[in-house]
Each structure stands twice: as structure tokens, then as C-alpha cells.
């Protein structure tokens, strides 16, 4: 059973992110919204927060304000019984003064109070006994609190704290003059647990809101997206299947708005291409077929001509010398006009996709050995000499090898033709996936703009120079489609006054990729550096 592989799901959501506008849209409007309704919320959650507390602390103050006002008036009017137990009485006081003045005690949340003696008095000839709610949490009273309510005899203090349960409470003290008893102080506790409840509600509160407030937009921001990036993809999808040759293919147009428009124009568009690759493609084809019909229809008067030119050329010893090299002159250009018809047709077969490979094992060091032989003797006529280095270790590939015999000629031909009566290198390496050639020569080269267009038509780096091996102009473009046509690669490097270097790689089986090139491109010279600076 395969488990899930969590360390990938990050690379899932970076893929996500890149190839979906739509999750990329909601996604950062979902978080700024976020962000925004979080800043908000926590502003009105402190704000709430302390506009209770403040509130609820003010109404204390005035509540225990009250009470000890009330407190203070009962002890300013209690007057002793008689003089032998005036201690008791004033107990009694004090007692009359927690049952009826301050709040219920007995209530859970209730006020919680205190009566203690203010300490540091002289000896007074009536004490009161220290009175407290059952309940009163000890320690909460603080001595920072009681330094201020013996220092301020005016006003109520107030203080935060905490109750043993972990309730928020407001503590509230004051001092009370007990006459002939001296200072007490009157401790007041508040639970603010209501609040606290009141404060978590209005809390919980905004967090649901927030949340659903962002779902919303979430929800929102994917429908208003949807609406727009649907037509976009639309849009993309249609404009791909364009690309693959389905020209009938168009944006469905509803309504009269932006995305409208943009389908109407798009729609436009495709039509204007489609009519013009229509008509492009026709033309071409027209190409075609009147180079390869007029091709077809030469070869019969151009065979005339040639059996014509044939008896001229076998007695050209009878005919006056003007007439002799006139009859020459006719066999050499109708051979060639033969040669240049041939390569038309081809040109019309590669243009027409009716060319087939008819693929046979071949070995290649083999096939350059026969068309080095083949081309040395009009090499020799140049004053240049054809080398072939192959340092071994080949294997048979499968290759038309009518096809790349041709490619070889027309490479060779053109170092001879441009070699300056320089050495020609050739040379045969392979590797696990590739079998390479490469012909040097260090003839005039090419400028890099000239390198860029040798394998167009008809195309000459120097239209003033004459062919002299009788080219049509069409080698090196038909050598071209022959390489591509075995899923190979020409290529050609060339440097002003050092030379020229064709590479053919070819695949060792047809359909396996070509991993790399046996031979170097820029070729390296240390091989036959040493022949070449003989000669």
C-alpha cells in the first residue's frame, strides 16, 4: 500500500500556485482579507475589552464610594450604650453596618468585604474586631493597596486582581474613622467574572464573524474569478488547439461585454489566419507541384538534348576547334542541368513529406572510405588532398545509406570546392548512442552572419565566385533534410581565414536519442595539426 509522501506536497502547492491564476487570485485575496479582518477584530476586541473593564471598574468605584459613605455616617452616629462594655457595642455597630450597608456575601460572585484595624495607631479605649466575609481570599489585598488607602483618607483606591479560581476581580479599599476607635480600613472585593463571560461571548463572537466574513469573500472572490478566468481559459484552450492545426476552432460569443469583445476579436483573428494559412498552404502546394511537374516534364527534351549533346561530344575531334569547345561546353552544362533537376525533385519530395528511409545496418567507416575514393581524384585536380582519421572502436548503424553517401559528397565537394588546394580532414568517431563524421577544411571559412544561411537554397557566401565542380546549390540544404530526416543533426562551424568544419551525428538506432556528439565542434586540430602546417 503506498502512503502518502508529505515531503511532496509543498512542490504540489508551488505548481498549484504557478500554473492556476485563479488559486493564486482567491489565495492572496484570502489572506489579505485575513490579515485585515485579524487587525480589525483584535482593535475592536481590546477596544470592547477595555471599555468594559473601565466601565464596570467606575461603576465599583461608585458603588463601594457609596458604601463607605454609608458606613462612615453609621459609625459617625453609633454612641456607646454606657460606659462598662463600650467594645461590644461597638461590635454590634459593626455588625448592624456588614448586614445592612454592604452587599449579600453569601451568592457565588457575590462582593466579598473586609474590616481591618489600620496598624501603626496608638491604644484607643474601644476596638472593633477584625470582620470579614466567610469567603474573603486572603493575601489579595496587597500591601501597595493599603499604603495608599492610610495615605489618602479622601478616596476609594482600586486595584486589579485575581481570584484563587482565576476570575478578575477590582479590589476597593477605603479608610473609616470609627469614633473613640481610631483608623480601619474597609476592603471591598468585586468578582468581574460576568465580564470576563461578557468579554469571551463578544469574543467568540467576532472570531465566527471574521471567519465567516472571510469564507464569504473566499466564496465571493472565486465566483468573480471564475466568471473572468473561464473565458481566459477558453481563450487558451482554443488558441492551443489553433496552434495544433485545428483552424476551425473559435471562442463562443455571449453578451455584449469586455469578454465579448475579446471573442469577437479573437474570432476575428482566427479567421483572418485561417484564410491566410489556407490560402498560404494552397500556394505552396501549388510550389510543389509545379517544380515537381516541370521537373517531370524537362526530363524528356533535357534526355533529347542530352543524346543530341552525346553524338555532338564523341566527334567534337571532327569539328573545327571553336565548334569542338562549343560541343564540350554543351555535355559539361546538360549534365549539370541534369544533376540540377534531380535535386529539384528531391527538393519537391522533402517539400511534399513523401520521402521514405529504406534503413540498412551500414558501416559508416566504410561508406567514407568509398566516397573519399570517390572524391579524390577532383581533389587532387585542386591541389588538395583528402585525410581520413578513424580511431576505431565503431559499430554499424542503421542509416539509408544511399542518403548519407550523398550527404558525404556534397560535403566533400564543398571543402574542395572552398579549400584553397588545403588538406581535407575527414573523420569517424561513435560512442553508446551516436556515430559522427566531421569534414575540415582550411580553406577561406565563412563571417558568422554567412555560417547562419549555408544550408539555404540556392544561397552563396560570395555570389561573384563561379561553381567549379559543377554545384546546383541545393547540396547542403537537401544534406540537411537528409540528416533530420534520421533524426540526426548537421552542423557547421567556420572562421574566416582558418577554415571550415561540417559534423553529421546520426543516432546508432533509429528513435534513440542522441546524447551527445563523439566528435568536437569546434573540431581539435592536434590530430593532423602537423600535416596541415606541411602542406
Known amino acids: 500500500m503506498n502512503s502518502f509522501d508529505w515531503r511532496s506536497y509543498p512542490n504540489r502547492l508551488v505548481h498549484v500556485w504557478r500554473a492556476s491564476l485563479q488559486f493564486r487570485t482567491v489565495a492572496i485575496t484570502v489572506l489579505l482579507s485575513g490579515f485585515a479582518v485579524i487587525v480589525i477584530g483584535g482593535f475592536l476586541s481590546v477596544s470592547i475589552s477595555t471599555n468594559l473593564f473601565a466601565s464596570r471598574s467606575v461603576q465599583v468605584q461608585e458603588e463601594a464610594r457609596t458604601i463607605h459613605n454609608q458606613a462612615q455616617s453609621t459609625f459617625d452616629a453609633a454612641q456607646p450604650a454606657n460606659d462598662q462594655s463600650p467594645t461590644v457595642e461597638l461590635d454590634n455597630v459593626a455588625n448592624s453596618v456588614t448586614d445592612k450597608i454592604l452587599p449579600s456575601t453569601t451568592a457565588p460572585g457575590s462582593t466579598k468585604f473586609a474590616i481591618k484595624r489600620t496598624p501603626g495607631q496608638a491604644e484607643t479605649p474601644q476596638n472593633i474586631q477584625p470582620l470579614s466575609s466567610t469567603n474573603f481570599p486572603e493575601g489579595i489585598v496587597t500591601d501597595s493597596l493599603r499604603k495608599r488607602v492610610i495615605k489618602d483618607v479622601t478616596h476609594v483606591q482600586s486595584q486589579s486582581a485575581m481570584l484563587p479560581g482565576g476570575s478578575p476581580a477590582l479590589v476597593v479599599g477605603s479608610q473609616i474613622r470609627v469614633p473613640t476607635a481610631g483608623s480601619y480600613e474597609l476592603y ?238 575527414v573523420m569517424v568517431d561513435s560512442n553508446k548512442t551516436a556515430i559522427a563524421l566531421t569534414v575540415r577544411d582550411y580553406g577561406t571559412g565563412m563571417k558568422p552572419t554567412d555560417v547562419t544561411r549555408v544550408f539555404d537554397r540556392f544561397w552563396r557566401a560570395d555570389p561573384s565566385r563561379q561553381r567549379t565542380i559543377g554545384g546546383t546549390g541545393l547540396g547542403l540544404a537537401i544534406s540537411l533534410e537528409d540528416a533530420t530526416l534520421h533524426d540526426g543533426r548537421l552542423e557547421v562551424w567556420s572562421e574566416l581565414g582558418v577554415g571550415t568544419c561540417f559534423r553529421l551525428t546520426l543516432p546508432r538506432e533509429r528513435g534513440r536519442a542522441i546524447v551527445s556528439s563523439p566528435l568536437e565542434l569546434p573540431p581539435d586540430d592536434a590530430l593532423h595539426l602537423e600535416e596541415v602546417q606541411d602542406a
Open 188 to 425: 471591598l472585593v468585586y468578582d468581574l467574572s460576568s465580564v470576563q463571560t461578557t468579554l469571551g461571548y463578544v469574543q467568540r463572537t467576532l472570531a465566527l464573524g471574521g471567519l465567516a466574513l472571510v469564507l464569504l469573500i473566499a466564496a465571493v472572490t472565486y465566483t468573480v474569478v471564475r466568471l473572468v478566468v473561464g473565458p481566459i481559459r477558453l481563450a487558451a484552450e482554443t488558441s492551443e488547439k489553433l496552434a495544433a492545426g485545428q483552424l476551425e476552432q473559435r471562442i463562443p460569443e455571449k453578451g455584449e461585454d469586455v469578454i465579448a469583445t475579446l471573442a469577437r476579436s479573437f474570432n476575428g483573428m482566427a479567421d483572418s489566419l485561417q484564410k491566410q494559412i489556407t490560402k498560404l498552404a494552397e500556394l505552396s502546394r501549388l510550389q510543389q507541384r509545379f517544380v515537381s511537374d516541370v521537373s517531370h516534364e524537362l526530363r524528356t527534351p533535357l534526355t533529347t538534348i542530352r543524346l543530341a549533346g552525346d553524338v555532338l561530344y564523341d566527334h567534337r575531334a571532327d569539328f573545327a576547334p571553336a565548334t569542338a569547345r562549343t560541343a564540350e561546353l554543351l555535355h559539361t552544362q546538360v549534365q549539370r542541368f541534369e544533376v540540377l533537376l534531380a535535386d529539384l525533385l528531391e527538393v519537391s519530395r522533402y517539400d511534399a513529406g513523401a520521402v521514405e528511409l529504406d534503413l540498412e545496418p551500414t558501416n559508416l567507416v566504410r561508406l567514407v572510405e568509398d566516397a573519399v575514393d570517390g572524391m579524390q581524384p577532383l581533389a587532387e585536380q585542386r591541389g588538395s588532398s583528402v585525410r581520413l582519421v578513424a580511431p576505431g572502436g565503431y559499430f554499424e548503424a542503421e542509416v539509408d545509406a544511399r542518403r548519407i553517401r550523398r550527404v558525404l559528397r556534397n560535403l566533400l565537394g564543398n571543402a574542395v570546392e572552398h579549400g584553397e588546394g588545403k588538406p581535407i580532414v
